[in-house]
């Protein structure tokens, strides 16, 4: 049975950091692209980063390019996101999803081709 399980969200102030894990059970996630969503109180879920399979790469919405790193430690079959300069509109829940409708070359935020997700973390960014 497919599954992921989000975990480090929590409380920091303006300009800190969190690292999101994305912990992958019931498969490789090596194979599939993952993907961190997030989604705010009356807002619609949106893409953050995706990071592809095998070594196919990394996608951002522009809105973190440059503060935000998605990356895999296949050993621990983890995706992670580490997030720099957190600013109070980045506070949402985050979730990790695992595409399953698109091909081996994906590297979309697409929310309706992920079909795996967790259940999420919130991240909060308040002084």
């Known amino acids: 049975q497919m599954q992921v399980v989000e975990s480090g969200g929590g409380l920091v102030q303006p300009g800190g950091s969190l690292t999101l894990s994305c912990t992958a059970s019931?498969?490789?996630?090596?194979?599939?692209?993952i993907a961190w969503f997030r989604q705010a109180p009356g807002k619609e879920r949106e893409g953050v980063s995706c990071?592809?399979?095998?070594?196919?790469?990394?996608n951002y919405v522009d809105s973190v390019k440059g503060r935000f790193t998605i990356s895999r430690d296949n050993a621990k079959n983890v995706v992670y996101l580490q997030m720099n300069s957190l600013k109070p509109e980045d506070s949402a829940v985050y979730y990790c999803?695992?595409?399953?409708?698109?091909?081996?070359?994906?590297?979309?935020?697409?929310?309706?081709?992920?079909?795996?997700w967790g259940q999420g973390t919130q991240v909060t960014v308040s002084s």
């Open positions: 999803g695992v595409a399953t409708a698109s091909g081996w070359y994906y590297t979309g935020l697409d929310v309706g081709a992920y079909g795996y």
């Open positions: 019931g498969f490789t996630a090596e194979h599939y692209a």
């Open positions: 990071v592809g399979a095998g070594r196919v790469g990394t």
